[in-house]
């Protein structure tokens, strides 16, 4: 994986959570995408095992910085990290490459994702601040929506389509 270029599409990325997609809304102010969660979903489509691990807990530490619940460290490190290395090694098994196959698994790991980190916020003494409709059905509803869309654009950045890959084997070693 190219390193480099997946830290700055995850800087920016948390930008645009944070800070411009507030925005841009459908329904609601409160309810926007959900970035990191498409990324999330596309590096452990599209990624070696071992690299869709790493990117699945530096998704999730990006999205504990970008969380609405500020003093909130760690809930969505351990959620993305779990359900990204699951869908990863559920990647061997079964092939989300399609388009809607995505839209879908991006639906299922952000539900999965906010429950989990909503009961681990929970288990924290003091009160909690979550919209459980903007996290379990506007968040991922969207997301779903978006994602498949962005998937293109992020591989081409990444240089993880087809044709690169082709390029790559077939480029002499010097």
């Given at each position: 994986?190219?390193?480099?270029?997946f830290?700055?599409?995850?800087?920016?990325?948390?930008?645009?959570?944070?800070?411009?997609?507030?925005?841009?809304?459908?329904?609601?102010?409160?309810?926007?995408?959900?970035?990191?969660?498409i990324?999330?979903?596309?590096f452990?489509?599209h990624?070696?095992?071992?690299?869709?691990?790493?990117?699945?807990?530096?998704?999730?530490?990006?999205a504990?910085?970008?969380?609405?619940?500020?003093?909130l460290?760690?809930?969505?490190?351990?959620s993305?990290?779990?359900?990204?290395?699951?869908?990863?090694?559920?990647?061997?098994?079964?092939?989300?490459?399609?388009?809607?196959?995505?839209?879908?698994?991006?639906f299922?790991?952000?539900?999965?994702?906010?429950?989990?980190?909503?009961?681990l916020?929970?288990i924290r003494?003091?009160?909690?601040?979550?919209?459980?409709?903007?996290?379990?059905?506007?968040?991922?509803?969207?997301?779903?929506f978006?994602?498949?869309?962005?998937?293109?654009?992020?591989?081409?950045l990444?240089?993880?389509?087809?044709?690169s890959?082709?390029?790559?084997?077939?480029?002499?070693r010097?």
């Amino acid at each position: 994986m190219r390193w480099f270029r997946f830290a700055v599409l995850i800087v920016v990325a948390t930008i645009l959570q944070t800070s411009f997609l507030g925005a841009v809304w459908v329904v609601s102010p409160n309810i926007t995408p959900n970035l990191l969660l498409i990324l999330l979903v596309f590096f452990a489509i599209h990624s070696e095992s071992n690299d869709a691990v790493i990117a699945s807990f530096v998704i999730g530490f990006a999205a504990d910085l970008a969380s609405p619940a500020a003093g909130l460290m760690g809930p969505r490190i351990i959620s993305f990290g779990l359900f990204g290395t699951l869908l990863s090694t559920l990647q061997d098994v079964i092939s989300l490459r399609r388009l809607p196959l995505q839209g879908l698994a991006i639906f299922v790991v952000g539900l999965l994702t906010s429950i989990l980190s909503c009961l681990l916020a929970y288990i924290r003494p003091g009160p909690v601040a979550i919209s459980a409709a903007r996290e379990f059905f506007w968040q991922p509803v969207l997301s779903a929506f978006i994602g498949p869309f962005l998937s293109l654009p992020i591989a081409w950045l990444m240089r993880m389509d087809e044709k690169s890959r082709r390029r790559r084997r077939h480029r002499p070693r010097r």
